[in-house]
Every structure is written in structure tokens, then in C-alpha cells.
T-cell receptor
Framework: KAGVTQTPRYLIKTRGQQVTLSCSPISGHRSVSWYQQTPGQGLQFLFEYFSETQRNKGNFPGRFSGRQFSNSRSEMNVSTLELGDSALYLC???????????FGPGTRLTVT | AQTVTQSQPEMSVQEAETVTLSCTYDTSESDYYLFWYKQPPSRQMILVIRQEAYKQQNATENRFSVNFQKAAKSFSLKISDSQLGDAAMYFCAYRSPRGSQGNLIFGKGTKLSVKP
């Protein structure tokens, strides 16, 4: 099976812009989670989608949003970008709650 | 809220030797899952090993094994016969079985260096 894929791999944006990141889970996986990784804060959970419904949400401002499509592919959107949003954004998929999560290679977002 | 603590920011091991990475966690749940993930410099996070809390037997995957002490809330990773390719950041993670809180909670990580 193909692994989790994320596009784009690298992105440079300007403060105030918005960005959309995409994630395709492993075939058959219905759960997709998003994490933000920074040197200072480490790995922080953004949100989880299961069968097109947001099931769980981390402690991030409303500028961060996501959605999941019927084919389980997921997108996350960050509006009004701030310098502090510069991070590696990781997507992970899982068959369900009782299972481990498999990660994609990440999208490196740089906000200037 | 659950927390995961990795008290060793950096560790070093000689090639072919054994190293143990420490992890402690705090939770009020009796059933949960614990994981070790490896993140090499290329950044892709890889699952190393998984442990279900209801299983008393420690998980083993080839050269990787865990020492799971449920009462002490301790979950250490032992890497035997260390190889250069083991050099990476290692993250300990906790996952609740409840669907509404099924996200991974990570420790800050331990950077492992392997000396030839």
C-alpha cells in the first residue's frame, strides 16, 4: 500500500495570506489527524477527522481549520498567516481509534 | 489531561551497543496505547513499536523492545545492537482509546546519536 502523502512539501507564504495543505491517507484509513511541529513547542495536535466529521480538536485558534472528503483525503487551511505559524505540518492516518497512526513526510511552511 | 515526559533531551551510543530511552506518562485512564516513533533527519515519522496497556507482556520488534511498567507509568525503549541508521529523534506518545480524544500526545523527544 502507498503511504500517507502530503502536498506541497515546501511552501513559503507572506504574513496575512492564507494557505491550504493537503493530505491523502493510506488506502482504507478513515481517520486523518494533523499535527504542528516546531522546535519550541514540539508536536502539537491540531484536529482529527473521521468519516468526514471532526472528531477531536486541539487548542489552536480558529484561523486553523480543516475538512475531510468522502474519499478520506483531508485538507487543512490556515488563514491570516502569522510568523509563528512557520512549522512542519504533519498528517497522520489510522484505520481507527485503537490503532497506531502513520505519518506523512510533512509540509514545511515558512511565513515571511 | 494526559502528559508524556521524556527526561533525556540527548543520548549517545556506540555502534553495536545497547541504549535505553526513558519515558514517563501521566493518566487517569486504565486502558490506553503507548508508542515510540522515530524521526530521522529526513523528517518522516516512523512507528517503532506499540504497547497496549492491558497487555502485561512487553512488546518487541527485532532490535527494539520496551519495558512497560504500568504502575510506575513508565515506558522505556531499549535499542540493542545499535546501528548508524538508528540515529534520529525518538518520540514517546500516548493515545487514549476514547474516540473523542484519540489524538497522540507526544513527549518532547530524545535525540539519539550513534557513534561509529
Amino acid at each position: 500500500k502507498a503511504g500517507v502523502t502530503q502536498t506541497p512539501r515546501y511552501l513559503i507564504k507572506t504574513r496575512g495570506q492564507q494557505v491550504t495543505l493537503s493530505c491523502s491517507p493510506i488506502s482504507g484509513h478513515r481517520s486523518v489527524s494533523w499535527y504542528q511541529q516546531t522546535p519550541g513547542q514540539g508536536l502539537q495536535f491540531l484536529f482529527e477527522y473521521f468519516s468526514e466529521t471532526q472528531r477531536n480538536k486541539g487548542n489552536f485558534p480558529g484561523r486553523f481549520s480543516g475538512r475531510q472528503f468522502s474519499n478520506s483525503r483531508s485538507e487543512m487551511n490556515v488563514s491570516t498567516l502569522e510568523l509563528g505559524d512557520s512549522a512542519l505540518y504533519l498528517c497522520a492516518s489510522s484505520p481507527g481509534t485503537a490503532h497506531e497512526q502513520y505519518f506523512g513526510p510533512g509540509t514545511r511552511l515558512t511565513v515571511t | 489531561a494526559q502528559t508524556v515526559t521524556q527526561s533525556q533531551p540527548e543520548m549517545s551510543v556506540q555502534e553495536a551497543e545497547t541504549v535505553t530511552l526513558s519515558c514517563t506518562y501521566d493518566t487517569s485512564e486504565s486502558d490506553y496505547y503507548l508508542f515510540w516513533y522515530k524521526q530521522p533527519p529526513s523528517r518522516q515519522m516512523i512507528l517503532v513499536i506499540r504497547q497496549e496497556a492491558y497487555k502485561q507482556q512487553n512488546a518487541t520488534e527485532n532490535r527494539f523492545s520496551v519495558n512497560f511498567q504500568k504502575a510506575a507509568k513508565s515506558f522505556s525503549l531499549k535499542i540493542s545492537d545499535s546501528q548508524l541508521g538508528d540515529a534520529a529523534m525518538y518520540f514517546c506518545a500516548y493515545r487514549s482509546p476514547r474516540g473523542s480524544q484519540g489524538n497522540l500526545i507526544f513527549g518532547k523527544g530524545t535525540k539519539l546519536s550513534v557513534k561509529p
